[in-house]
């Protein structure tokens, strides 16, 4: 039986999000940031491409024409994603071309783009098109017509993605809390500190009284090391699961907010969402039933001002 499809399907509608986001928030500059003369020259960026061994769409050609081919097609994509729409073959597509543009411009990366680069590609074993789409079910159709032993790999290879994106999560939370713990900073409480009072990490109005708070800094400091190392003994035992998730959106909120790093905090919190499947199932029925409620309500008082309309509602369908 699969599991998390829920969960996943909120990571892939959120993580086309956070790909369409950076497109939007770049579209006015895009010329200067991606284009054939951009700060980073072409020539230059092709041969860093090709000194990493690395690929880039933005590459191949120097043309404008290509360049606003490319860059157009991949905001299309990262909104077929956010949509649920084109499948799998959209969401590889997006990959490659949010790859493209990362390689492009990579000064502007914040940390999440690596994320998302190892999730993706976890995301295409699983079912993460279930939910939160609106895709025509084309695909399901021909899914039908492959072979049984064909079909019958679909399960085990969604639920050996959800563990691989469950076991990612929590490497990179174990690695970055013991990476923090060797900080001399980190060990004496007052990194946080040092962190908020970065002009590009800082968020005017809230940041200072974060860290003008000796004892907000100490605890926060201390507490993100111990929830950090501590998260996959949290996400192991299914009644702290909720809780462990729900504190990891929470923290990665605050530093949205706090430090202005957006992209990298929805990616994150995306990612958080493969730990919540039963309790954003539960939101999801909530939310169905209240617009059901709503609209039979709505219904109701049309009909009170309609007396046919009101016998038709009273009797039922015909």
């Known amino acids: 039986m699969p599991f998390g499809v829920v969960g996943v399907s909120g990571t892939r509608a959120l993580l086309g999000f956070v790909g369409l986001m950076f497109y939007v928030s770049q579209y006015a500059d895009r ?3 991606f284009g054939p003369d951009a700060v980073l020259p072409w020539r230059e960026f092709v041969a860093q491409v090709h000194s990493e061994g690395s690929f880039s769409l933005y590459a191949w050609s120097s043309s404008e024409a290509w360049f606003q081919l490319v860059f157009h097609l991949g905001l299309i994509t990262a909104l077929m994603v956010t949509l649920g729409i084109g499948g799998r073959a959209g969401l590889a597509f997006h990959w490659v071309f949010l790859w493209s543009l990362y390689e492009r411009q990579p000064v502007l990366l914040d940390g999440g783009d690596n994320l998302a680069y ?8 699983t079912r993460c098109y279930d939910r939160f789409s609106l895709s025509s079910g084309r695909m399901k159709r021909l899914g039908r017509r492959l072979p049984t032993h064909v079909r ?10 959800v563990v691989a994106i469950a076991s990612q999560m929590c490497l990179v939370y174990v690695v970055s809390g013991l990476y923090k713990v060797q900080g001399q900073m980190w060990q004496d409480g007052t990194a946080l500190f040092y962190v908020l009072r970065v002009p590009e990490f800082t968020f005017p109005g809230v940041s200072n ?17 111990m929830f950090l190392v501590y998260f996959p003994l949290g ?5 702290l699961r909720p809780w462990a998730a729900a504190m990891s959106i929470s923290f ?4 949205g907010l706090c430090m202005g790093l957006t992209g990298f905090a929805l990616t994150m919190i995306a990612c958080d969402l493969v730990f919540l499947d039963k309790e954003l199932a539960k939101a999801v029925s909530t939310v169905a039933n209240l617009a ?11 009909a009170s001002g309609d007396p046919a309309a009101e016998v038709t509602l009273a009797e039922g369908p015909v």
Do not use: C, Q, W
């Open 235 to 239: 996400v192991l035992v299914p009644a």
């Open 209 to 225: 009284l974060i860290y003008h708070n000796d004892f907000m800094v100490v605890a926060g400091t201390y507490m993100t090391v």
């Open 252 to 255: 990665h909120v605050a530093i």
């Open 118 to 125: 190892l999730v993706l590609p976890m995301l295409l074993a």
């Open 152 to 161: 019958s790999l679909a399960t085990p290879l969604h639920n050996l993605g």
């Open 31 to 33: 010329d200067f940031l």
């Open 292 to 302: 059901d409620r709503l609209r039979h309500r709505a219904r109701k008082e049309k």
